[in-house]
């Protein structure tokens, strides 16, 4: 009930307001057709006349300063480049102890691993047996010996991740 109400209170508001809009197109549209001015003119704008610019006279001319030809400096050797020393080795990685120095170590190479929990398992089988884990994710297997590239499974297949 209520919004048929405002309904019918839109509707009359756009009939009123349709209706004094082209009450008003008609009465701009009278005046152009009788040649009455529709809106008052404007009063013409005021022009000032332009100011001259101003004189500027130009600084007198001075003469060229004159030209010195420095003496030629005698040539000096540069100091002589000392190259620095090469940098120290890094420092040998203790092998690992015990199972539990070889968990970081397993958690770094079992990083990417597809079964995390069987290359965690494996890994710290073949770091507690060789006390090594290679260095990276993958590879590098040579680098622990022997012990670690010739562990195998039942199968035949390399243990060591």
Known sequence: ???????IVLACFLL???NVSSQREEEIL???ISG?????PSPPPIVQPPTPPPIVKAPPPTPPPAIKIPPTPTPTLPPAIKTPPPP?????????RNKLECIPL???RCKNHSRKNV???????????CKCVPPGQYGNKEKCGKC?????TTGGKPKCP
Request: net charge positive; hydrophobic share 35%; proline share 17%.
């Open 119 to 129: 290359c965690m398992r494996v890994c710290l089988t073949c770091c507690d047996r």
């Open 36 to 40: 009455k001015p529709v809106f008052p």
């Open 148 to 152: 670690y590239t010739g562990m195998t």
């Open 30 to 32: 009278s005046e152009v």
């Open 16 to 18: 009123i307001n349709t």
């Open 106 to 108: 397993c958690v770094v």
């Open 1 to 7: 009930m209520a919004s048929k109400a405002l309904l």
């Open 88 to 96: 120290p080795p890094p420092p040998a990685v203790q092998p690992p």
